[in-house]
């Protein structure tokens, strides 16, 4: 399993992502997953709600929304924001979020002098409570060497041109410290309310390879 | 056991052919069913009927064979191949039996 593709953008080579089935495959398909499910609820080996609550958990719940909400609050609340930069840990908790991989979090902040990127260069380390699953490349051996010899090119790749003058700072997580990229408010979204604001950050914005943009 | 706040690492970090497929880090289902064979297995690893490697080492078997043609146009798709791995632990474990 040490194989890796060279997809840099979310689209891994050997991973469907659209489904060439019939409808009556399909069908077929469902039909077995539904005999499952309620053979298995009426032996009270599984039950629905709790079905629901595991899709939830890992489409949604972990997804770079908590992450999102972090960075849109301290947007708007600049007290947590003091927090966040002073202890982030302690000022992710506040929110709800924590929590395994997620425990010891440090925030960076970008600024109009200085870029921050967060990478892994010896395991692949990642925030997931708070960002979600990571993406295929994160781990991607040529991505995170190149992150750090280069990380402008990388950044270029994913449409983000720095003016020269900006300073680029490569944050690399280990397992004691995994870091979160604070990114730039945009200009523009001063009547979004803080819901809104936390829609506009995805997850490559809070690993440093994205601004964020007014939608 | 099933009421479970984090996702399990050994579930959302598997790698190579049996990773689960996302897009920008987010899960990617195509049909509802995707998600209930997902969910299915997740939740009886998590109360203990079976060990998630078992689950995993199920899947790849299932994903080998499916490509074993053709790798590049394997006969199943990823969660087809979650359906008939979950089948066969299923029976291996007669958890489904009427």
Excluded at chain 1, 164 to 192: F, K
Aim: aromatic letters at 8%.
């Amino acid at each position: 399993m040490s194989q890796h593709d060279d997809s840099h953008h979310g689209a891994p080579a050997r991973q469907f992502s659209r489904s060439d089935r019939s409808d009556e495959h399909n069908r077929d398909l469902a039909e077995r997953v539904a005999k499952i499910e309620s053979l298995l609820i009426a032996k009270g080996l599984v039950d629905k709600q709790a079905l629901d609550r595991l899709v939830e958990l890992y489409e949604h719940d972990l997804g770079p929304m908590n992450g999102a909400r972090v960075v849109a609050h301290a947007w708007v609340d600049a007290a947590f924001k003091r927090r966040l930069l002073e202890n982030a840990t302690a000022a992710i908790a506040e929110l709800g979020f924590g929590g395994l991989q997620g425990e010891h979090m440090v925030v960076v902040e970008n600024t109009p002098q200085v870029h921050n990127v967060v990478v892994c260069t010896l395991c692949s380390c990642y925030p997931w409570p708070v960002l979600g699953l990571p993406p295929t490349w994160y781990k991607d051996a040529a991505y995170r060497s190149r992150v750090v010899t280069d990380p402008r090119s990388i950044l270029a790749e994913f449409g983000t041109a720095l003016a020269d003058a900006v300073e680029v700072r490569v944050w690399d997580s280990s397992a004691e410290i995994r870091y979160l990229v604070l990114p730039e408010r945009p200009a523009g979204t001063e009547h979004l309310s803080e819901d809104q604001l936390a829609q506009l950050v995805d997850r490559d914005c809070m690993i440093g390879l994205k601004k964020v943009r007014r939608s | 056991m099933s009421e479970q706040r984090l996702a399990s690492p050994a579930i959302a970090e598997m790698s190579g052919p049996c990773a689960l497929p996302r897009q920008s880090g987010e899960l990617v289902f195509n049909d509802d069913w995707e998600r209930r064979a997902f969910a299915i297995a997740v939740s009886l690893a998590d109360q203990g009927h079976f060990a998630w490697r078992e689950f995993q080492q199920q899947l790849i078997e299932s994903i080998a064979q499916a490509e074993r043609r053709d790798p590049q146009n394997p006969s199943r798709d990823y969660y087809e191949s979650w359906l008939v791995s979950l089948e066969a632990l299923l029976r291996r474990k007669r958890l489904a039996e009427d």
